[in-house]
């Protein structure tokens, strides 16, 4: 596998995370249920609330996760 190609793909997992907005325990209380509007990372549904804490998820969770799936998915191949 080449460098440069699990580059890519980590960099394309990393990109999917950000730190915005979800609601937990669905549907929101705009559409009749009990969910909460909290900030995190929307993809893992990951709760953050300081900046210092994107830069840990990026480092811990997304990186090692994301490097065994793009790994895995290189394996299968």
């Known amino acids: 596998m080449q460098q440069s190609v699990l580059l890519r793909e980590l960099q394309k997992e990393i990109r999917r995370?950000?730190?915005?907005?979800?609601?937990?325990?669905p549907p929101s209380v705009a559409q009749g249920g009990k969910g909460v509007i909290v900030p995190g990372c929307p993809c893992c549904k990951e709760t953050i609330r300081h900046n210092r804490t994107v830069l840990d998820h990026l480092?811990?969770?997304v990186s090692t996760h994301g490097h065994k799936q793009v790994v895995g998915r290189f394996v299968t191949r």
């Open 17 to 25: 995370h950000d730190l915005s907005t979800f609601v937990e325990d």
């Open 59 to 61: 480092t811990n969770d």
